[in-house]
């Protein structure tokens, strides 16, 4: 979403309006979630890591006994809390160590959705420090995890081997947000190998192997998506930016 327009919607609209608006027409934006049968396990834990407004928080509670959703941003977080009261909400950024970090998020606040604690986020114009606490996934004393979203704007490796021991134990099916522009793609890669894992893509309405799609090469080749105003991707659109993988087990048939 543009800063302009995101400031525009931030006065104009109460807090858990907008949210209420983006879950609803996020799948056009993010069409993995319109999917869920085809990933997400029936049952046991789920979590979203980098919950927002909870566009994942919401459709994961249809098909998880139990959600927990991690959200850094102190905001976001209490918002989060007021809307989805079955939902255990964890005020802080998911990592690979405790104790406490900074979140850098642009002028116009949570609402954009690229908020991050890495240095990298210090290059906004205009970017709010917020000191924020750190957690690791493994120390959250979670059971049964059977899915893991993670959006978290460049910190997934840190936050993957903060959550080592769970993924290990369970195998839980993985979403994660993927972007050569916030982070190397081949360290995060080359960890989930090591632990077993195989990635996919959804591409022009199927899943296919990551395994031969350069990643890389896509996004910045349609770098130019990024730039549109929310409601233009919402209503038209075109072509898809792909920044989501999926990653199953390969001991795992769902």
Same mark, same amino acid.
């Not at 407004?53 to 809390?81: K, Q």
């Not at 210090?122 to 959006?151: C, E, M, Y």
């Not at 993924?167 to 993927?178: N, S, Y």
């Given at each position: 979403? #543009? !800063?302009? +327009?995101?400031?525009? $919607? ?14 609803? =027409?996020?799948p056009r934006i993010e069409p993995e979630l319109g999917r869920l049968a085809d990933f997400v396990p029936r049952g046991g834990t789920a +979590? ?8 994942? %928080? ?15 941003d102190p905001e976001m977080a209490r918002l989060l809390e007021r809307t989805f009261p079955a939902v255990r909400v964890v005020a802080a ?13 642009? @002028? *116009?606040?949570?609402? =954009? ?10 290059g906004h114009q205009n970017t709010v420090p917020t000191p924020v606490p750190r957690v690791r996934i493994d120390d959250l004393a979670v #059971? ?13 490796? @840190? ?5 080592? &021991?769970?993924?290990? &134990?369970? +195998?839980? =099916?993985?979403? $994660?947000?993927?972007? @050569?522009?916030? !982070?190397?793609?081949?360290?995060? $890669? #080359? ?21 031969? /799609?350069?990643?890389?090469?896509? !996004?910045?080749?349609?770098? @130019? ?9 919402? $209503? ?8 989501? =993988? +999926? /990653?199953?087990? %390969?001991?795992? *048939? /769902?």
């Amino acid at each position: 979403m #543009s !800063q302009h +327009l995101s400031r525009a $919607l931030a006065g104009l609209l109460p807090r858990p309006l907008v949210g209420a608006l983006i879950r609803g =027409v996020y799948p056009r934006i993010e069409p993995e979630l319109g999917r869920l049968a085809d990933f997400v396990p029936r049952g046991g834990t789920a +979590l979203d890591v980098g919950g927002w407004f909870g566009p994942w %928080t919401s459709r994961l509670l249809r098909r998880a006994d139990r959600v927990v959703t991690i959200e850094a941003d102190p905001e976001m977080a209490r918002l989060l809390e007021r809307t989805f009261p079955a939902v255990r909400v964890v005020a802080a950024a998911a990592s690979d160590h405790a104790g406490e970090t900074t979140l850098w998020s642009p @002028a *116009a606040g949570a609402i =954009v959705g690229v908020s991050s604690v890495e240095e990298t986020g210090r290059g906004h114009q205009n970017t709010v420090p917020t000191p924020v606490p750190r957690v690791r996934i493994d120390d959250l004393a979670v #059971s049964d995890v059977r899915f893991v979203k993670l959006d978290i704007e460049g910190h997934e490796l @840190a936050a993957l081997r903060g959550a080592e &021991r769970t993924v290990r &134990r369970d +195998l839980p =099916v993985l979403l $994660l947000e993927l972007e @050569a522009r916030h !982070q190397p793609l081949e360290p995060v $890669l #080359s960890l989930l190998a090591e632990w077993g894992y195989r990635g996919e893509i959804l591409t022009e309405g199927s899943w296919r192997p990551l395994e031969g /799609f350069d990643l890389a090469s896509h !996004q910045r080749s349609h770098a @130019a998506q990024l730039a549109r105003p929310f409601p233009s991707r919402v $209503l038209f659109p075109g072509t898809r930016y792909v920044n989501s =993988v +999926l /990653f199953r087990h %390969t001991s795992r *048939a /769902f």
